[in-house]
């Protein structure tokens, strides 16, 4: 299996316009997830879905935040305006049952 | 507190143990992980500890969980510069196995 599979790897782009993380779990797994990484606050949990339904959403900053799964094989995190302080390398990760999350190698989104 | 806490930054030198320290929130977390994040990739689970053990040995690694001050440790024997990297703790929140929230890294430098 190619692991997860994480697009684009980079991004800039300027503040106000739309931005669109896609990610590609393992497949068989059954829980995916959205990370936030920054200097300033760590690793942040953004959301999670099981079996495609979001669970638990509460890490998700603001309304300008948006996360989909369409099916087992695909989730986007949406940011619509972005801004400045979204800047950040974005991981998804997906895992089956044990808790071991497999991680993507992250997008950067860099927010001039 | 909500957050689970490491110290930042840790050098040692190579040959030496290495000892990585982290305090969690949640009592009834179920299991109890520490990731390693080399540069430009994704976070990689090293080992983890159910947590009604209190010690585990995974060849180098060695890891002490004491409950009652919510205090876990990770201990790397005879440290190599391919060491080197972001170390995070994780607990499983709400007693659940995949929601993890991670603590905020420890940067191991390994110097000759």
């Known amino acids: 299996d190619a692991g997860v599979i994480q697009s684009p790897r980079h991004e800039v782009t300027e503040m106000g316009q739309e931005v669109t993380l896609r990610c590609k779990p393992i497949?068989?797994?059954?829980?995916l997830f959205w990370y936030r990484q920054t200097m300033m606050r760590g690793l942040e949990l953004l959301i999670y879905f099981n079996n495609n339904v979001p669970i638990d959403d509460s890490g998700m900053p603001e309304d300008r935040f948006s996360a989909k799964m369409p099916n087992a094989s695909f989730s986007t995190l949406k940011i619509q305006p972005s801004e400045p302080r979204d800047s950040a390398v974005y991981f998804c990760?997906?895992?089956?049952?044990?808790?071991?999350?497999?991680f993507g190698e992250g997008s950067r989104l860099t927010v001039l | 507190g909500e957050d689970v806490e490491q110290s930042l930054f840790l050098s040692v030198r190579e040959g030496d143990s290495s000892v990585i320290n982290c305090t969690y929130t949640d009592s009834s977390s179920t299991y109890l992980y520490w990731y390693k994040q080399e540069p430009g990739a994704g976070l990689q689970l090293l080992t983890y500890i159910f947590s009604n053990m209190d010690m585990k040995q995974d060849q180098r690694l060695t890891v002490l969980l004491n409950k009652k001050d919510k205090h876990l440790s990770l201990r790397i024997a005879d440290t190599q510069t391919g060491d080197s990297a972001i170390y995070f703790c994780a607990e499983s929140r709400s007693g659940g196995y995949n929601k993890l929230i991670f603590g905020a890294g420890t940067r191991l430098a390994v110097h000759p």
């Open positions: 497949s068989g797994h059954d829980y």
């Open positions: 990760a997906s895992s089956f049952l044990t808790g071991e999350l497999f």
